[in-house]
């Protein structure tokens, strides 16, 4: 008995980089290609057309890229499994594309064999993950996302960026100075910072703090 083939639909804006790839998998036993796509517009209309197991999904493409592909396909209810391919691993691009609806997220210098591998785990529903991908996922789960500042430390903050003491910070703010002491901890701890002045610092290059314009004469 025939074992039926993997659909594909791939997706890419560099003719050479789709050329290949649907070479290489029309070429492979158990695989079937049904069609190519330059732009994300073009793979949203023939996903409903076709019907592919899996579409293998470039992210930076013009007009509709991938992101905003994945996005469309998961709102119009396609059972299509996307696997990304492409060159960037960076967090910019893995997340966003998990989080849109993504399979998996492979990078386009893997070897051939693992291609065909994680395109069979993806129409089997596994996630695929590449190293690089996996062990930044790894990082950022062990790694805490950083604890915004409250309403309240950000105006201490910008009372003592402004050069001002505990002192006349807990009386411009009506609270005690105990109290401002209190939040300068806490600001450190979120900051990851050890005094006033490298917090200050750190305010600014974080973009939580903004330096003021000189008045006009």
């Known amino acids: 008995m ?11 804006d560099h003719p050479v980089v ?3 790839l649907s070479t290489m998998f ?14 994300g517009a073009t793979v ?3 996903a409903e057309e076709l019907a592919p197991d899996v579409i293998l999904m470039d992210l930076r493409m013009p007009g509709m890229d991938g992101l905003t592909a994945i996005t469309e396909l998961a709102k119009r ?3 299509a499994r996307v696997l990304v391919l492409t060159t960037y691993d960076t967090d910019a691009h893995v997340l966003p594309a998990i989080e849109a609806g993504a399979t998996g997220y ?35 789960v062990r790694t805490p996302a950083p604890r915004p500042l409250s309403q ?10 402004a050069g001002n003491t505990n ?3 807990a009386v411009k703010l009506f609270i005690t100075e105990a109290t401002v002491k209190s939040h300068l901890l806490n600001i450190y701890g979120k900051l990851g910072v050890g005094d006033r002045a490298a917090a200050v610092a750190e305010a600014f290059n974080q973009r939580l703090l903004t330096p003021e314009a000189p008045e006009s004469p």
């Open 167 to 169: 002192r006349e910070a």
């Open 77 to 79: 209810g396609s059972t």
């Open 106 to 140: 492979l990078l386009k210098d893997s070897p051939r064999e693992d291609l065909l591998r994680g395109v069979r785990a993806a129409a089997n529903g596994e996630t695929v993950l590449s190293p690089s991908v996996a062990a930044w996922l790894v990082n950022r």
């Open 18 to 20: 789709r050329d290949g």
């Open 152 to 161: 309240r430390e950000l105006e201490v903050l910008e009372l003592v960026a």
């Open 26 to 39: 029309a070429s492979a036993p158990g695989f079937e290609v049904l069609g190519e796509a330059a732009d």
């Open 2 to 12: 025939t074992e039926t083939p993997i659909r594909l639909l791939v997706a890419d």
């Open 44 to 46: 949203v209309r023939l």
